[in-house]
């Protein structure tokens, strides 16, 4: 078994002669893979098992049981690979996850108890849960595997996993036609792919320390505790329409609520890759106090992210219809009509997800000007407003106010990040002068 385990290990282990290239090719892999399947499993669960069913796994899926993944994975991550000076070894992170993996199952349970939802719905919600805070629990390790330089065994991981959880949920749902066993074979593969991609495979990397402190868990956790906060609120006002489309209308309108919602992946995927290869350079302009230069790249991506936003907004407005009616064409009979009603919608929504790109560009502007305070102040205040705006527009609107209470929410957080980014701009250009 020892000699399988070491030619298993080996062989994920090994890059060839250009590790960087193999970074990079296996990052892009996996986070190609998971984005894919968040965005394609809801529509597929709606073609399989119908449409309440769809709408009970889109919730449990992109909406709660992403929430208790940012629980679980507590923002760590950022923190984790760039402590590069080992403040904190690894038996210290994977401690601390379980903690935070702890806290998320029992954070589930309890909503699930106070739900008022069927038996049936909340234990698929559960399954998902779980699976969720596994997936946030394999995050320790793989963050740890780029902290030791291979990113490359991140990737892979990501792919792997991803492929082996989704191949066997997929599988279990087309031969047993039931979701809650899939949600469980899920959660199985998904475990199983921590153990065969994470677990075995760092214990063969040099230089991680499992050793820890229970006294370092207090320090740890206040170390991250408002960016752990911060990204919490974030998503709730991003998924607040799906929560009030959950509170009050059907599991059916939750499915085509996250079918339409689809694109904001690819909108958001998409700025990342124009977002993420400047970072290091705005970073660098900010703490050269190159301020003109920080202004003036800023403006540049700016521009790109609004020129991609109108041409999708354009492309969403002209094609949206046609590919919502291919859309129901692959759901099947019985679908003639669901989701090009929901045309106007579709195109409401692509422009909050135009604005969300947007806002996370000036997101990490401010990061990087180290305005953390800023930036848990504008999430704290769009979170009463989210809480406020979502109920009342879907209840008056539907899927048509949820879409309109996402756009207003997306815009509102857009303005703050905005205003606050280049106020910063303003004043560090003063103190230069002065």
Not at 166 to 193: E, K, R, S
Not at 378 to 385: C, D, P
């Amino acid at each position: 078994m020892k000699a399988i385990t070491n030619r298993w290990t080996a062989l994920l282990i090994r890059t060839g002669p250009d590790k960087e290239k193999q970074n990079i090719l296996w990052n892009m892999a996996g986070s190609f893979c998971y984005a894919f399947a968040s965005m394609v499993l809801s529509f597929l669960v709606m073609r399989l098992a119908g449409e309440d069913d769809g709408g009970i796994f889109a919730f449990g899926y992109s909406t709660f049981g992403q929430q208790m993944f940012i629980l679980a994975y507590f923002g760590i991550r950022p923190f984790q690979i760039t402590d590069g000076d080992q403040e904190y070894r690894f038996g210290d992170y994977l401690h601390h996850r379980y903690l935070t993996c702890a806290a998320a199952l029992a954070a589930g349970l309890v909503y699930l108890l106070a739900s008022g939802y069927t038996a049936r719905k909340a234990a698929v919600i559960f399954l998902l849960v779980c699976y969720k805070v596994a997936d946030g629990f394999a995050d320790v390790y793989e963050s740890e595997f780029q902290r030791n330089g291979n990113l490359h065994l991140t990737g892979k991981s990501n792919t792997f996993r991803t492929l082996l959880s989704v191949g066997t949920f997929l599988g279990a749902l087309i031969v047993g036609g039931d979701l809650l066993g899939a949600c469980g074979a899920a959660v199985a593969a998904q475990i199983g792919g921590i153990l065969l991609f994470d677990v075995v495979v760092l214990r063969r990397l040099e230089g991680v320390d499992y050793t820890w402190d229970k006294g370092r868990m207090g320090a740890l956790t206040g170390g991250t505790f408002l960016l752990f906060v911060s990204v919490f609120l974030d998503f709730y006002i991003f998924s607040a329409a799906k929560y009030s489309i959950d509170a009050h209308l059907n599991d059916a309108a939750s499915g085509y609520f996250n079918i339409i919602f689809m694109p904001t992946s690819v909108i958001n995927l998409a700025a990342g890759f124009v977002i993420r290869p400047v970072l290091t350079a705005l970073t660098d302009m900010w703490n050269g106090r190159r301020f003109e230069a920080f202004a003036k790249k800023l403006l540049g991506i700016s521009r790109i992210i609004g020129a991609l936003s109108i041409l999708a907004v354009a492309l969403t407005a002209g094609l949206g219809r046609p590919v919502l009616w291919v859309l129901e064409q692959i759901l099947g009979s019985g679908y003639e009509g669901k989701l090009t009603e929901n045309h106007i919608p579709f195109i409401l929504i692509v422009m909050g997800g135009a604005c969300y790109a947007f806002l996370n560009l000036h997101y990490y502007a401010l990061v990087i000007m180290r305005k953390q305070k800023v930036i848990f102040g504008i999430y704290l205040v769009l979170t009463g407003a989210a809480a406020v705006l979502a109920p009342m527009f879907v209840k008056k609107g539907g899927i048509f106010g949820a879409a309109v209470a996402y756009l207003i929410l997306m815009v509102l957080m857009a303005a703050g990040f905005v205003m606050w980014t280049w106020a910063g701009i303003l004043r560090g250009k003063k103190a230069a002068e002065i």
